[in-house]
């Protein structure tokens, strides 16, 4: 992705462009050229795998509770509860509780046409949100906010929503289920066999699978019962460093029936559907000082932005995994 930002300074730069770019192309070949495949794939792992997608497909209901950590300092920490329920043809609710609270604090609902998502909680707060309309907004109707997106069958993503508009994490995409495949299946170079281990009570066969030659990773336990996971473990690389998420399932329940009024859901008529704002609005007006900043060089030193004052700065910024 090619970002040009004019930031009010007169003038070109060619070096300066150059300069950036090349970091930028630069840092991103490191990374990808210093990771090889971590092990050759081995095909009847690779086939479990598969039987796995499969068996989030095939059912007409499927539900589970699921727990989330992320490994800080040597230790998992807890992130969230939540429990989901799935069901054909594209019906969908999850529901997410933070530690320490009783109740949830983000729910999603998908009535078969679209997704309903709301905070009984409160709204989390972003950054544009602390001042001017926005923050009025935010202070009248954090408690009563709705979002509400179109979901054509197979083409949407419950991993998408849930991570970026609740904060729950989950190494899977749950609209497998539905018949969306995410976009890292095309990436995987390679699955192969942890051997077997019990986990929740449940007999399981472990997978590693590769993605992007093991810049990413999950580590899968897969229920013999009924070929799901009952542990999932996320890797992300770079360079030296790792983060790790870890979840669990449990209470899974294949083919169960489900009511559909769970999927059903309306806004109260004093609610506010909320909306990305504008980036229009986002923009810097003409004639407005950029806000300064800092960036790490290739020799080590740093780059600031006030030192280019007068001149045009073009960013260009890569993003991979």
């Known amino acids: 992705m090619k970002v040009r930002i004019d930031l009010c300074f007169k003038g070109v730069t060619a070096w300066l462009a150059v300069v950036i770019v090349l970091c930028s192309f630069r840092v991103w070949a490191q990374q990808t050229n210093a990771v090889e ?8 792992a690779h086939q479990l795998y598969r039987e796995m997608i499969e068996a989030m497909r095939k059912p007409t209901t499927l539900s589970w509770s699921g727990e989330t950590s992320w490994k800080n300092e040597g230790r998992f920490l807890p992130t969230a509860t939540y429990r989901i329920w799935l069901k054909k043809p594209n019906y969908a609710r999850v529901e997410m509780t933070r530690p320490g609270q009783k109740e949830p604090c983000g729910i999603l609902v998908g009535d078969g046409d679209y997704f309903w998502i709301y905070w009984p909680q409160g709204k989390f707060r972003y950054g544009w949100e602390k001042s001017g309309k926005h923050a009025e907004e935010y202070e009248k109707y954090q408690r ?40 890292l299946q095309g ?42 996971p009952r542990r999932l473990e996320q890797v992300l690389r770079v360079f030296d460093k790792e983060a790790v998420w ?22 109260p008529k004093d609610w506010k559907e909320w909306k990305m704002p504008d980036i ?10 950029a806000p300064d900043f800092e960036l790490a060089a290739l020799n080590g030193g740093k780059l600031k932005l006030s030192s280019f004052r007068g001149q045009i700065v073009w960013l260009n910024k890569w993003r991979c995994g």
């Open 144 to 183: 009563r906010f709705f979002m509400k997106i179109r979901t054509p069958v197979g083409r949407h993503s419950i991993w998408h929503e849930v991570f970026g508009n609740l904060g729950l994490m989950m190494v899977l995409d749950a609209s497998t289920f539905h018949g969306y495949t995410d976009s």
């Open 280 to 289: 229009e609005e986002s923009l810097l007006k003409p004639g407005t000082t």
């Open 187 to 228: 990436y995987i170079d390679g699955v192969r066999s942890l051997g077997t281990n019990t986990v929740g009570g449940q007999l399981c066969d472990g997978l590693e699978v590769s993605i992007m030659k093991h810049q990413r990773s999950w580590e899968l336990w897969l229920a013999r019962k009924d070929g799901l």
């Open 37 to 44: 495949a971590a092990f050759q794939d081995e095909p009847a």
């Open 246 to 267: 870890r979840e669990s399932w449990s209470d899974v329940a294949v083919g169960a029936a489900i009511s559909n009024d769970r999927f059903a859901w309306s806004p």
